[in-house]
């Protein structure tokens, strides 16, 4: 027998896949509840507030799950260049693995993201990823006022990287990137 929760968190994970690949317009109340294999009732039944709250929670998922991939990939890493370095090569994995068509899993959504809720729910998964990004430079030994300032220039670099991947079906912005970055934080390091 199913529960409620499978339901719902199939729901949230379907939802979360689709916003990413497809944005948030170009992705409809239909496509959602098929995907997610419920009767479309459910989707009211388990987000009241409808696509709208579905959208909104499902960024959070989105961005929660790619603040631990981050989290998992620099923990492993020598150093905060070494570190960034294979946070863009796992990126650069994904986009070839998707023929490029997983980027950011908020950036889709939040170009053209209309609704406050759902505005919110990217600002936070930025404003989430900005956080560790800068708690992992200060644990390498970074001042806090630098570590915010080179989360600020990794996670912008890497967004920018990641749409021109996407949109030249290239991944060397991405690479171009990764080598900008590692000689920056090499040059930075206390």
Known sequence: MVRRTDTRQRMLETAAELFHTQGYHATGLNQLVAAGGAPKGSLYF??????????????????????EMITRIVETA??????????IDGLIEVQLASDFQRGCPL????LDASSEPVREACADGYASWLDGLSQYFVSQGFSAEKADELAVIVLTSVEGALLLARTRHDVAPL?????????????ELP
């Open 46 to 67: 388990h987000f009241p507030g409808g696509k709208e709250q579905l959208a909104a929670e499902a960024l959070r998922l989105s961005g929660g799950t790619f603040r």
């Open 175 to 187: 690479r171009a990137v990764r080598e900008h970055l590692r000689a920056t934080i090499e040059r």
């Open 107 to 110: 950036a889709t959504v939040a």
């Open 78 to 87: 020598p150093d905060a260049a070494a570190a960034v370095c294979a946070v």
